[in-house]
């Protein structure tokens, strides 16, 4: 499979949780990861393989997989937190990189 | 603690090439599990993978760019280099570099450069 599909908007009410999926075929056979973007900003990796968060980031943050689907999770969601998530991965052959089309988080 | 910085002429004419550097600082280019990777995000759109190289020189290349992209390292000086050939307008886009971190069966970009906009534009 050659694609990562994302929903293209989520909202949360503040301090609630909200859960970002991505959903392909080669998901069965390689890890996700999940990196956030402000505007403006480059991506920052947020979540990496099983469920590894890097040095500095917030541990409302969790990651998780189930067959072909991953999901990100942010427990208790923070103003800070609105911004794009895109998830990647790579194809079935794992050979070509793949990221989701992008998930636009809104914090209400 | 790894520092990444693009820079490359902000505007090309289309069907020229494009010709990017990163430069690295503060970390090795010489681990084998390091990829050095060119990604890219059209203004209001998602981010693309253009290619990686590793520290030996293999390249690993988006097969959807059709082979207009190649990406060279430079340990000696610190530096990869991506070209882009045959533009259009369709190639407009802030283009990344980026550290990837490969394992067996998972991967992840830490640190990325701060991104540089390229317009292809007559």
């Given amino acids: ?108 | 603690q790894v520092q990444l910085q693009e820079s490359g002429p902000g505007l090309v004419k289309p069907s020229e090439t494009l010709s990017l550097i990163c430069s690295v600082s503060g970390g090795s280019m010489t681990s084998h599990n390091y990829h050095w990777a060119w990604i890219r995000q059209p203004p209001g759109k998602g981010l693309e993978w253009i290619g990686s190289i590793d520290h030996s020189g293999s390249t690993y290349n988006n097969p959807s760019l059709k082979s207009r992209a190649t990406i060279l390292v430079d340990t000696s000086k610190a530096q990869v280099s991506l070209k882009l050939s045959s533009l259009t307008a369709a190639d407009t886009a802030v283009y990344y570099c980026a550290r990837a971190k490969v394992a067996a069966t998972l991967d992840w970009f830490d640190p990325w450069g701060q991104g540089t906009l390229v317009t292809v534009s007559s």
């Fill in chain 1, 1 to 108: 499979s050659s694609e990562l599909t994302q929903d293209p908007t989520v909202s949360v009410a503040l301090g609630q949780t909200a859960r970002i999926t991505c959903q392909g075929d080669s998901l069965r056979l390689f890890y996700t990861s999940w990196y956030q973007q402000k505007p403006g900003q480059a991506p920052v990796v947020v979540i990496y393989g099983k469920n590894n968060r890097p040095l500095g980031i917030p541990d409302r943050f969790s990651g998780s997989a189930s067959g072909n689907t991953a999901s990100l999770t942010i427990t208790g969601a923070q103003a800070e937190d609105e911004a794009d998530y895109y998830c990647h991965s790579r194809d079935s052959s794992g050979a070509v990189v793949l990221f989701g089309g992008g998930t636009k988080l809104t914090v209400l």
